[in-house]
């Protein structure tokens, strides 16, 4: 699926990319701040599960790190943020925000979740 939408649909690839790298933490944090504002008690319920979830995740992290699957070239995966990213993320100085080496999508899915929920 990545093949086709690399060789077809490159552009589709270019939007999701700075969908995420724009979007991701702009929409978090707004969600938490409109939360906090609007419902203190469920923005501190929700902040709670957020910061319990981090930080089970993290320790998850340092005992089982799990390999990227944009690493996995011999079965025909593409590092898109290689082709695609910004310069920032192939150099050795932005380690302390950015492994490249290792993958933790599980909090990618999770913190969205904690905010969409507290939202509805």
């Not at 998850?60 to 699957?69: D, K, V």
């Not at 079965?75 to 080496?101: C, E, K, Q």
Request: hydrophobic share 50%; net charge neutral; glycine share 4%.
């Amino acid at each position: 699926m990545q093949d086709w939408f690399l060789d077809n649909a490159s552009g589709v690839v270019y939007f999701f990319y700075w969908f995420y790298v724009l979007g991701y933490w702009p929409i978090i944090l707004l969600g938490a701040v409109f939360l906090y504002v609007k419902s203190p008690q469920v923005y501190k319920k929700h902040c709670t599960v957020a910061l319990i979830t981090f930080s089970i995740t993290i320790v998850l992290y340092e005992i089982y790190p799990l390999a990227a699957p944009r690493m996995l070239t011999t079965l025909g995966f593409v590092d898109t943020i290689h082709h695609f990213g910004p310069d920032s993320y192939h150099t050795a100085t932005d380690t302390f925000r950015y492994n490249p080496y290792v993958a933790m999508p599980s909090l990618h899915i999770a913190l969205p979740t904690i905010v969409c929920l507290g939202l509805a």
